[in-house]
């Protein structure tokens, strides 16, 4: 069973960077698509971003392309979102979820939720103006 725990969440300015991390076990971590979601209050769960199982193809929804940055670490069962200018509508509680496929056309590029399995507790994310 593969359990994923996200760290790195709080509260940070407007205009600031912030870096998660999620921490996955088990040993097929390297051939999972992993993504990262977030849900404001009041609104649905989101796509931010997804990476495939050798970080050659990533996947970024509009609202994050050119300030989020998700990378992965395979050697440390890791998979990181890197978040810079950082907005007030950003805030929410953030993600990270994989995928039994290797890369992310098995996964609907990360736009279908019902594709990531395993999904971890989430961290708290809080930008103020």
């Known amino acids: 069973q593969v359990q994923l725990v996200e760290s790195g969440g709080g509260l940070v300015q407007a205009g600031g960077s912030q870096r998660l991390s999620c921490a996955v076990s088990?040993?097929?971590?390297?051939?999972?698509?992993m993504g990262w979601f977030r849900q404001a209050p009041g609104k649905e769960r989101e796509f931010v971003a997804a990476?495939?199982?050798?970080?050659?193809?990533?996947e970024y929804a509009d609202s994050v392309k050119g300030r989020f940055t998700i990378s992965r670490d395979n050697a440390k069962n890791t998979v990181y979102l890197q978040m810079n200018s950082l907005k007030p509508e950003d805030t929410a509680v953030y993600y990270c979820?994989?995928?039994?496929?290797?890369?992310?056309?098995?996964?609907?590029?990360?736009?279908?939720?019902?594709?990531?399995?395993?999904w971890g507790q989430g961290t708290q994310v809080t930008v103020s103006s």
């Open positions: 088990g040993r097929t971590f390297s051939s999972f698509v």
């Open positions: 990476i495939d199982w050798i970080a050659t193809s990533i």
């Open positions: 979820a994989a995928c039994r496929s290797a890369l992310l056309g098995g996964c609907s590029y990360g736009r279908n939720m019902a594709a990531f399995s395993s």
